[in-house]
Every structure is written in C-alpha cells, then in structure tokens.
C-alpha cells in the first residue's frame, strides 16, 4: 500500500487478492450510498488487466487510529465516554442503514447455512494443517457457531477493527471519530460481528462500555453469546482466507495456535 497526501494505492500480492479489486471498489460505491455520517474512502481508479502489480486507487479518509493511551482514557472516562458513545453511533447507523432500500439493493446477505459451512471448510483445508491438540482446540471454536441463529438485518462492516476506525481531535483534544476503512466484507448480516471485532481490539470492557451506549436494543437475542462465537472464529477466519490466497505469513499467523 502506498499512502499520499490525498490518495492511497492499493497494490494486490497475490492473484486472489488482484481478482477482488474491482469487486473491492463496487463495495465502496455501495457503501458511499448508505450515508452512514462518517467518512469512507472512495474508489478513484482500479487496474487489473495490463498492469504489474494490479492497484486500486482511494482517496485518503483523514484521521489515525486510536493509540492504547487514548484507549486506556476512555476507558477511565464516565459511562457517556466519546469514545465508546461514538462507536455505538456507528453501529446505530448500521444497524439503521440495513433496514434501508439501498442496503438490500447493494449489498450482499450471508447464506443461511453460512457458519455451517464454514466450520465445514474449516475442517477439509485447515485441519490437515493442525496438530492433533489444534484440531481439538479448532473443534472448541466451531462448536459453539452450530448455535446461531441466521441474522441478516444490519449493515456489516466485517473487520471492525482499531486499525480501520479513524479519529481527529475536536478543540478541546477529544477524539472525533472521522471515518472507516477497508469494507472488503460489507454485508447485510449479524452486528454481534462487528462488535466481536471491538472486542478483539479493545477487549471485553471496552466492548461492555459500547454495547451499553446503544441507542436501540438488539433485537435478536443472546447478544453476547453470538459475540463469543464470533470472536472465538477469527484466527480461523484469517488461515482460511489466507490459505485460499496463498499468503503464507498469514496463514501462519492464524493457525499459530493449532499447530
């Protein structure tokens, strides 16, 4: 990735990740559509035939990610913490959002079946992979995806991670969350996801302040189950994707511990 004054460029290392390009940029468009409140980055240009490496070029959303200081802060704060009370808005508006025509007309829904298979996927390409030990501790993981239920009524991001939030500072200092990137696997689907990925990145009380800022109750039930089995899966997630593409330090990376 090359990252500029107003421009970021995309390049694909692997011929997996070079045929996503274009559908990569149709997910940008898709979600510029939804008026979420916060900037995402817009696709300015994609190039997979004819040229070495193939690059998709954005344009640059402003902001950096949280630094653990300002995490640690927020934490700290009373329950009303900008920071905790801003990433609820996010959701709020995702959840909003895919009750919405544009949502449904652009965005893909996850098969009911989903989990299921993917603990089957995982189970033929990564376990011959694993360790006797790991494919039990794989077994602990999937075992509890057999229990949710299929949810496809919100807007979600997919990897909701610290890395992909963006902030600036308001006069006082505070951070302002500015905008949101790499939508790689926006879906209509479960917001327990996006929330099992702030739990990844800002651990379980972080998640509670969040949670608790909410503006609309979950309306599905369990909430906190189905952010578990999430959360359980996402080592899994990343070698199986990586393994698809052939990208060995990550593959690595994931089964870490199922070897």
Known sequence: MLIGAERVVCLARTGAAAARLPRRAAALRAVAALGLGV??????????????????VLS????????????????EADDDSPV??????????????????????????????????????????????MSERGRRRAEQRLAPLAGL?????????????????????DGDGLPVLSGVL?????????PAEDLAAMRASHGPAFLRRVVASLGVPDPYGRLPERIAAIHGT???QQALAA?????D???????RGFR
């Open 39 to 56: 900037r995402t980055p817009e696709p300015l240009d994609v190039s997979v035939a004819g040229h070495v490496p193939p690059y998709l």
């Open 60 to 75: 640059r959303v402003p902001g950096s990610p949280l630094i653990p200081d300002e995490l640690r802060t927020a934490l």
């Open 84 to 129: 905790a009370s801003q990433y609820a808005r996010l959701l709020d508006e995702l959840a909003a959002a895919g009750r919405g025509e544009p949502a449904r007309a652009g965005l893909p829904r996850p098969a009911p079946d989903r989990w299921r298979r993917f603990a089957e996927e995982v189970r033929a390409e990564l376990f011959p992979l």
């Open 149 to 169: 239920p299929h949810v496809a009524g919100a807007v979600v991001h997919g990897d909701l991670g610290a890395e992909n939030v963006l902030w600036t500072r």
């Open 182 to 190: 790499d939508w790689d696997e926006v879906a209509l689907g479960d």
């Open 234 to 236: 996402f080592a899994l």
């Open 243 to 247: 393994h698809r593409d052939g990208d």
């Open 249 to 255: 330090g990550e593959l690595d990376d994931g089964l």
